[in-house]
């Protein structure tokens, strides 16, 4: 995985390395600068309430979620029920891919 910023987008589902979260998902709601970014996951960290987190202290998927991603650029949030909605149907698509033998990037 590249560490670099060019991988992050808002929207997008990535994995915590670091702290006290480590291992659980979250989607990017907003970028501080090139090396902070806002994570929400819609149950333990709400929209109102995002971490700020270090790029290098979370790992990102290829799975962008649109449906957050247009919330937050069109009407600049986005609800709870959508973090939670795009965390399961990414780990669904993980479950299909893992029954198929297809996990490449996990």
Do not use: C, W
């Amino acid at each position: 995985m590249s560490k670099g910023t060019s991988t992050i987008e808002i929207g997008q589902i990535v994995r915590v390395k670091k702290g006290r979260e480590k291992g659980k998902l979250a989607v990017i709601i907003g970028k501080l600068s090139e090396r902070f970014v806002l994570l929400a996951d819609g149950d333990k960290r709400k929209y109102d309430s995002p971490k700020k987190k270090n790029v290098q202290h979370i790992e990102p998927t290829d799975f962008i979620s649109e449906e957050v991603r247009m919330s937050l650029l069109e009407t600049k949030r986005v609800s709870n029920g959508k973090l939670r909605f795009a965390i399961a149907k990414y780990e669904e698509k993980l479950e299909t891919l893992e029954e198929k033998g297809d996990v490449h990037d996990v």
